[in-house]
């Protein structure tokens, strides 16, 4: 009998025992998947830890996270309570717990938690926004209270999936919806693609069809599209699709054009970021300005509106903030200018119900005012996306739970006789007598900040390739006045005896002051150039001198890329404008393949630039081709050390040298 209990025990720590490993198995494999931004797949691994009671403090908050990181904020507030509970002393978890508690209705406790939450040492990047929220509860309370004569209806092609972005593009609804096959791993639903459907009236359509299968790429995220007037662009958002060979890692601003009835291989626009989320774009009415949400770094903080001008030619100027009255600590997305001029967009940083709210941005006397629009286009839920059919109707989209699945679009009428938003427009129009002009001015040194006299100046206009304007420094090494031409570019041509002949760009595109910000009937203002010179040495290299992109050689290739051709073009010009000079082109490899290879590879890759360069009419005596193997690497790539192909990719390129001066 003791030895028969003796085995129930060992059986029994057995079990324990692999319980236990299977609870932290599903833990690792969960922050792990956290860790990659696959969210749905971290949920998984952590619900079994977390039912497991592993690790409860740990487990549950990074459940909650990986709910409000999905854009499931609602469904994270019982995690972070678990969490909380558990003794988890993570430093924003209150605030992102008192976000959900607002989205529940919930103000008072949101309040509570928000108070204990700054009376710690809350995050620079929450503490305004929490701050913001406790200030704005009384007014909250209020719009909770505010009721309007608008009347909503559901669309017929809602799903469990998501449906937003609706925008109508003559008898069609165009939107975004996660349709595709595959499944994006950060929320488990298909990534999303762009759709149309027939309107056979506001709130029944025909059956979707996918928009065009030139713009769908079944990895990755698409959607919030704007039209041009004619319909014939668009503009629209791409990423999210998880690859490392993204031209983009997060979401950028693409355009495709209607030509014959086709849509063109989407292309990234001039005003997208990189290195920045760039979404939901919008048209102006007069298709002037683009205006657009992005959370580049400048801006108010989280998601900020954006717009940048449109000129004649269809070129994209600088990207312009809105501004503090629109702007917040929070996200403000999803802008759209209706027809008769007011800004509607959505923020979480604006006194509002929970999660994004709609708003509409009037100016009255000079001031801007951004207005809350009530229940029931807000809730406590996400609310956004709106576009006006007309004053009193349209569409938007929210995540409200008596939708049928994740975000779901909504037919919005005014059913108060004669009622409208009565609101001026916020992109006034400027009276015709304001004038402003533009200059160019600058100062030219040595490359010890020293001013430089007698410096020849000249101002090429890109359009003509003609001179506008010829010019000598003077003694403080200063040029200028040169009037200037709005949404024109130009070159900067500077000759001095003894140093280098260079160009500089300088562009007025995206530079225009709105007229509605001047003061005066007339203005003007002046953009100023600093420029360094540089003396031809024989030995120097002249990549940053000229601002040349590095020349990079695929693997075990001598082939010049198409990244490489205009920088090549950079060379031809150099020479061209400095015919005293001779240079040698070195070009070199990573150290993969043999020694004596490598230098045979190498000599191939500078023979096959110069051989460009002499194709574009200089002289094979001014440039010499010199391949110096595996021998010059520029990090820590050497024989037998294991590095990344990008490491390696630094090591293949050309570089660019003067040999000697007449």
């Not at 994004?356 to 809350?372: P, Q, S, Y």
């Not at 990719?649 to 660019?656: D, G, I, P, S, V």
Request: proline share 3%; aromatic share 10%.
């Amino acid at each position: 009998m003791q030895k028969f209990r003796q085995l129930i025990a060992l059986f029994s720590a057995i079990i324990l025992l692999n319980s236990c490993n299977s609870a932290l198995q599903s833990f690792k494999k969960g922050q792990k998947k956290f860790d990659n931004g696959e969210y749905e797949l971290a949920i998984k691994e952590l619900k079994k830890a977390s039912a497991a009671n592993y690790e409860l403090a740990k487990t549950n908050y990074l459940l909650a996270e990986s709910f409000r990181l999905s854009n499931r904020s609602i469904l994270a507030g019982e995690f972070y309570e678990k969490a909380l509970a558990a003794g988890s002393r993570e430093n924003d978890l209150r605030y992102h717990l008192a976000t959900t508690q607002k989205m529940q209705g919930k103000y008072q406790e949101a309040a509570q938690n928000l108070e204990k939450y700054l009376s710690g040492v809350p995050s620079k990047l929450f503490k305004s926004k929490a701050q913001a929220e406790i200030d704005q509860l009384e007014e909250v309370e209020a719009l909770a209270n505010k009721k309007t004569y608008i009347e909503l209806k559901p669309l017929n092609i809602n799903s469990t999936g998501a449906e937003f972005a609706p925008i109508i593009q003559g008898n069609d609804l165009i939107f975004t919806a996660s349709r595709k096959d595959i499944i994006y791993k950060n929320n488990g639903l298909p990534y999303l693609g762009l759709y149309r459907a027939a309107l056979n009236s506001p709130t029944e359509l025909g059956n979707p069809t996918l928009f065009s299968t030139t713009i769908f790429k079944n990895n990755a995220n698409e959607g919030t599209p704007t039209f041009s007037k004619d319909g014939k662009m668009m503009v629209f958002a791409r990423g999210n699709a998880g690859k490392r060979s993204d031209e983009s890692p997060d979401v950028d601003l693409y355009i495709s054009r209607n030509i014959d009835g086709v849509w063109t291989e989407p292309e990234i626009i001039s005003v997208s970021d990189s290195l920045a989320w760039d979404g939901c774009p919008s048209f102006s009415a007069d298709n002037k300005t683009l205006y657009f949400g992005s959370n580049r770094a400048g801006g108010k903080g989280g998601i900020d509106l954006y717009r940048a001008n449109i000129d004649n030619a269809g070129r994209f100027g600088r990207a312009i903030n809105l501004g503090a009255d629109i702007n917040t600590a929070g996200d403000e997305m999803f802008p759209y200018v209706s027809a008769d001029g007011k800004l509607y967009f959505s923020s979480d940083g604006h006194a509002g119900l929970g999660g994004l709210d709609l708003f509409v941005a009037t100016r009255k006397n000079g001031e801007i005012a951004v207005e809350h629009l009530g229940i029931p286009l807000n809730s406590r839920f996400d609310d956004f996306g709106l576009v006006a059919i007309d004053s009193t109707k349209g569409y938007f989209a929210s995540n409200r739970d008596s939708g049928k699945g994740d975000d779901d679009i909504y037919y919005f009428e005014n059913t108060q006789p004669d009622k409208k938003y009565d609101v001026p427009v916020i992109a006034k129009e400027t009276p015709k007598k304001k004038i402003i002009r533009y200059f160019l001015a600058g100062s030219i040194t040595d490359m010890n900040n020293q001013p430089l006299d007698e410096v020849k100046v000249a101002i090429i206009d890109n359009s003509t390739n003609q001179a506008i304007e010829e010019i000598y420094t003077k003694s403080e090494g200063t040029f200028g006045k040169v009037k200037m031409e709005e949404d024109k570019s130009y070159t900067i041509v500077t000759e001095k005896n003894g140093y280098f002949t260079k160009r500089e760009p300088f562009t007025m595109l995206g530079k225009s002051v709105p007229l509605e910000l001047l003061t005066k009937a007339e203005t003007d203002t002046t953009f100023y150039a600093s420029i360094k010179l540089d003396k031809p040495e024989v030995g120097k290299e002249i990549t940053k001198i000229f601002q040349i992109a590095p020349i990079y050689y695929d693997l075990d290739k001598a082939d010049i890329r198409s990244d490489a051709s205009p920088e090549l073009d950079k060379i031809v010009q150099i020479l061209n404008d400095n015919p005293t000079i001779r240079l040698e082109l070195g070009s070199h490899t990573d150290s993969r393949a043999t020694t004596e290879y490598n230098a045979k590879l190498s000599q191939r890759r500078a023979d096959a630039a110069v051989a460009y360069i002499i194709s574009k009419g200089i002289s094979s005596a001014r440039i010499v081709a010199k391949g110096y193997g595996e021998s010059q690497l520029v990090n820590k790539c050497a024989d037998g050390v294991n590095c990344t192909e990008e490491e390696h990719q630094l090591n293949r390129r050309t570089e660019f040298k003067v040999l000697s001066v007449k």
